[in-house]
């Protein structure tokens, strides 16, 4: 009795603890299939469960080995898709955000993550959303541009739509944005350029047609006329030799082919060199030009013959400019930090402050009919821009409308490109001060 009631309990807490074992496992499995499971899984059943107990822990390392290979990967597109300057974002067929990168937010400036709402709820464009909803209609790779207001100015993105499986019955689009703005401004920019060239070059040409013309039938009998003629048509001749002398140091400082040839030199006597080279004008304008240098080594590398090209470029200006007696030009050059600064300064008719943004812009010229009058052609200044900062350094203006100008160019005393050995100014060097002209 006795041993029938001991084996009786012993069955029941035998049943017992199968039970609580079984009830572990089953609560293990739940735990597995709700990725809870981080910590590796550790379990104590009764012997008979021990090959369940083996398997569910397998299955257990395995769905964490899968967790963390899936985070990684996540974490890695992640990584990859905010650093892609371009905005990316994928929709599903309804146009709701299923995901978006860094870039979408920084193109439309959003305060938060457009994730979860429409194309229309999050970028408020109408022809984006008419765009993306065609991509997606259109079964293949969809492309269109937009054009978005920031900042008071406009942008402009290229879009590229493509399909996206999403599931067996889900389709939707992943959606490319490119920031086109400086593309379509520099296309902009060469087209008014070929517009401008061509007109600058027909005018002298329509001239010197016109007076040919007028010669060739019977002018030529008319000796004053034709003297007159041929006078006319030598300055716009010359007119077009300096367009095209111009257009080709313009094109050689753009061309990225035709390194700046470095070489120490000596900025003093470079402008001295300059300064020289106007003695004519200098004299009959009774102008005074004088080179004021503070002490200490102006010495920098820098591609002599452009850099010439452009101080010639400044004085010039000032002199042609400022015609008027009692024209003084100072040109002022100092050592400031890791560049050396020159400022060439006259006292003539000045810049309205309206030109000053443009007059570094190729053809740009305040008084259109006076600069071709003198012989300019717009492109000197630019010219300028171009070279100082192919030396890395900068160019700027300040002027006041009757007062003068001040063009002051700064330049780094060393370049990164390799500099020559022989010194361009060691033949040419004079006085580092002095005056020329008065
Ligand atoms: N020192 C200056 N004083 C007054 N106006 C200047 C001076 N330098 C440049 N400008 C103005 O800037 C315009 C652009 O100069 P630039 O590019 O050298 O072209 P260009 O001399 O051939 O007309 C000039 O047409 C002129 O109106
Ligand atoms: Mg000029």
Known sequence: MIAGLFAAAVLLLLVVRYLAGILRLRSALRR???GELMRP??????????????DVEAIARQARDLDRAAHRERSELNAILASIPEGIFTVDRRLCLLQANRGVEAMFQLSGSPVGRTVVEAFGHAAMHRLVQLGLQGGKEHRGEITVEREGAARIFELSISPLELGSDHS???????DITRIKSLEQVRREFVANVSHELRTPLTIICGYLETLTDGGLDDRPMAENALGVMFKHADRLGRLVDDLLVISRAESRSVPLEVERIDLSALLHHVVEQFDEPIRSQAATVRILAAGGDLTLEADAVRLEQ???NLLENALKYGNR???????HL??????????????????PSGDQEHIFERFYRVHKDRSRETGGTGLGLSIVKNVIQAHSGNVSVRSAPGEGSTFTVVLPL?????VAPAPWSAAKKTATEGTSGG
């Open 41 to 54: 899984l550790t379990l104590d059943l009764p012997p008979g469960l021990r090959a369940a107990q083996r």
């Open 325 to 331: 007696p009692g024209l003084a030009v100072d040109l």
């Open 32 to 34: 597995v299939a709700h």
């Open 334 to 351: 100092e050592r400031s930090g890791p560049n050396i600064q020159v400022q060439v300064t006259d006292n003539g008719p000045g810049i």
């Open 414 to 418: 060393l370049q990164s490109a390799p």
């Open 172 to 178: 939707g689009a992943v959606v490319v944005l490119h």
């Open 310 to 312: 452009v101080f010639i």
